[in-house]
């Protein structure tokens, strides 16, 4: 998809953080934008943000009903007579916890966003895009903590991401069988990223709630894990959101699949556990803290 002026983006997770960051970019490109979040306040307020950029729809959408990815796919035809770029960004993540102190709940919560909301997202548009027929793609937003080199902390999040990354390989060797869509997968990268994600439990629905109390000193927000950082020495990097919005859309433009900051640098990590692996050994190790 080399030309996006005058063509459509549905963003998922749109409201904030990563979601924000891609809408403000597809704007500066003179695309059409269709934002989706559950939060409908923030979900407001970014709408009328961004509407200064350009053209921009809302709708408050629950991922993880497969109904309110048709209504929203219903909302983006009513409203811009097409869709030309899916992203399904919306993810939501728990606690640092070993896996016998996750609870049935946290996996239903977070696989329900994070991959069911991708499957649903794809249901409920790639038919309408395939019978348009005419060019566009999927964008999936997985994670290094999964697709790449899973953190043994993140057990649930991790899983969910290694999942969308396999989602997505299938899904784009199945469109390239016929169609003029394609997929790819979109991994957040060069640095920390200062996201809802940290603190994505305010969303979190009561249903789902946890069977039982977080341990103590699981969750950090973001400012609070940079300040145990800085008090051991340790000095990250964060990576601006705008800035990796902008090399995304320089990746959608080049027709990459896999789209990354310092992509390369993923072959080294890649060889190494597969390396691990043919040897019969655990390529996944623990982190102190993660």
Same mark, same amino acid.
């Given at each position: ?9 549905? $963003?998922?997770?749109?409201? %904030? ?13 003179? @695309? ?20 200064? @950029? ?22 983006? #035809? ?14 939501? %993540?728990?606690? /640092?916890?070993?896996? #016998? ?12 966003? /994070?991959?069911?909301?991708? @499957? ?9 895009? $395939? ?8 964008? /999936? ?6 697709? =790449? ?14 999942? $969308? %990354? ?30 809802? =994600? ?7 629905? %009561? ?20 300040? @145990?950082?800085?008090? =051991?020495?340790?000095?990250?990097? $964060? ?52």
């Amino acid at each position: 998809m080399k030309e996006l002026r005058g063509r459509v983006a549905v $963003v998922t997770g749109g409201a %904030s953080g990563i979601g924000r960051a891609l809408a403000k970019a597809f704007l500066g490109e003179g @695309m059409r934008v269709m934002l989706a979040d559950v939060e409908q306040r923030a979900l407001e307020e970014t709408a009328d943000t961004l509407s200064a @950029m350009g053209e921009v729809s809302s709708l408050l959408t629950d991922v993880t009903r497969f109904e309110a990815l048709e209504a929203l796919a219903d909302h983006t #035809w009513s409203t811009f007579g097409a869709c030309h770029l899916l992203c399904n960004n919306a993810g939501v %993540s728990v606690a /640092n916890l070993n896996v #016998w102190e996750t609870t049935a709940n946290d996996w239903s919560w977070v696989h329900g966003v /994070n991959v069911h909301g991708v @499957m649903h997202g794809i249901q409920a548009f790639v038919p309408r895009m $395939v019978q348009a027929g005419e060019e566009g793609l999927v964008l /999936n937003t997985s994670s290094g903590d999964g697709g =790449i080199a899973p953190l043994a902390g993140q057990s649930v999040y991790a899983a969910s991401k290694a999942a $969308v %990354s396999i989602l997505t390989e299938c899904l784009d060797a199945q469109l390239a069988g016929g169609t003029r869509l394609r997929a790819a997968i979109f991994y957040p990268s060069g640095g920390l990223l200062d996201t809802g =994600i940290w603190t994505t439990r305010r969303n979190r629905p %009561s249903e789902l709630a946890r069977e039982k109390p977080v341990p103590e000193g699981s969750e950090m927000t973001f400012d609070e894990f940079m300040g @145990m950082m800085e008090k =051991i020495g340790v000095e990250l990097p $964060v990576q601006d959101l705008d800035e990796l919005a902008r090399h995304a859309v320089a990746g959608i433009q080049s027709g990459d699949f896999v789209i990354m900051i310092k992509r390369e640098g993923m072959e080294a990590q890649l060889v190494e556990r597969a390396r691990k692996l043919a040897r019969g050994e655990n390529p996944t190790g623990l982190i102190p803290g993660m």
